[in-house]
T-cell receptor
Framework: NAGVTQTPKFRVLKTGQSMTLLCAQD?????MYWYRQDPGMGLRLIHY???????AKGEVPDGYNVSRLKKQNFLLGLESAAPSQTSVYFC??????????????FGDGTRLSIL | GQSLEQPSEVTAVEGAIVQINCTYQ??????LSWYQQHDGGAPTFLSY????GLEETGRFSSFLSRSDSYGYLLLQELQMKDSASYFC????????????FGRGTQLTVWP
C-alpha cells in the first residue's frame, strides 16, 4: 500500500540552485496536487493537474514549474531556489474532483531548506 | 487567498468533547472537508459536508450550515492520540477539484 510517495524526504539547497521534487501515486488517480506548508499558514496550493499532460496554477505558483508526463507522476521544479521557498512540500492525489467520496491522499512531505 | 477562519488552538482533557469551528466567505462554495495532521506528517481526510446537517463517523462528526457559511468538527470521547492539527478545507466550484485550506487548529488533549 504505497499510496503517494514523495522523494526526496529532506533536502538542503543553496540560493540559486535548481531541483526537482518527485511525486508518484499508485492509485490510478486522475488529479494530483502540489502544496507548500509554512508555519501558521496551512496548506497552500502551488500547481495541480487534472490528468496526464495537463497542469494548472494554484494560489502560489511563482518560482515553480510542474510536469505531468505520466499519469502516476507529478514533478515540481524549482529553477532558481530562493530562501522564501524554504518550506514543507506536500503532494496529494485524488480519483477525481475533490470532495464527497473523492478525498485527497497526501504523501509524507519533502522538507526543503534554502540557504 | 485563505478566507476560511478557524481557531488557532484548542485544548481539552481526555474523555471530553471539543468543537472546532470554521467559517468561510465565498460565493462559489461547493463543500467543506476536514483533515487531520499529526506532527507535520501527511494530512489525512476525516469528513466532508456538501449539504446542511451532521455527518457522523465514529467519534468524529462534522456539521455544515450553508446559510450561515459555517461548519464545525466535533470530536467526542477525546483520546491523547487526537492531539493534532485539524484543517477545514473548502471546495469551490464543481469542476476544478481544488481545495482551499484554513490555517489549522492545533488541538492538545491533556490526560
Amino acid at each position: 500500500n504505497a499510496g503517494v510517495t514523495q522523494t526526496p524526504k529532506f533536502r538542503v539547497l543553496k540560493t540559486g540552485q535548481s531541483m526537482t521534487l518527485l511525486c508518484a501515486q499508485d492509485m490510478n488517480h486522475e488529479y494530483m496536487y502540489w502544496y507548500r506548508q509554512d508555519p501558521g499558514m496551512g496548506l497552500r496550493l502551488i500547481h495541480y493537474s487534472v490528468g496526464e499532460g495537463t497542469t494548472a496554477k494554484g494560489e502560489v505558483p511563482d518560482g515553480y514549474n510542474v510536469s505531468r508526463l505520466k499519469k502516476q507522476n507529478f514533478l515540481l521544479g524549482l529553477e532558481s531556489a530562493a530562501p522564501s521557498q524554504t518550506s514543507v512540500y506536500f503532494c496529494a492525489s485524488s480519483y477525481s474532483k475533490s470532495g464527497g467520496n473523492q478525498p485527497q491522499h497526501f504523501g509524507d512531505g519533502t522538507r526543503l531548506s534554502i540557504l | 487567498g485563505q478566507s476560511l477562519e478557524q481557531p488557532s488552538e484548542v485544548t481539552a482533557v481526555e474523555g471530553a468533547i471539543v468543537q472546532i469551528n470554521c467559517t468561510y466567505q465565498t460565493s462559489g462554495f461547493y463543500g467543506l472537508s476536514w483533515y487531520q495532521q499529526h506532527d507535520g506528517g501527511a494530512p489525512t481526510f476525516l469528513s466532508y459536508n456538501a449539504l446542511d446537517g451532521l455527518e457522523e463517523t465514529g467519534r468524529f462528526s462534522s456539521f455544515l450550515s450553508r446559510s450561515d457559511s459555517y461548519g464545525y468538527l466535533l470530536l467526542q470521547e477525546l483520546q491523547m492520540k487526537d492531539s493534532a492539527s485539524y484543517f477545514c478545507a473548502e471546495n469551490r466550484g464543481s469542476t476544478l477539484g481544488r481545495l482551499y485550506f484554513g490555517r489549522g487548529t492545533q488541538l492538545t488533549v491533556w490526560p
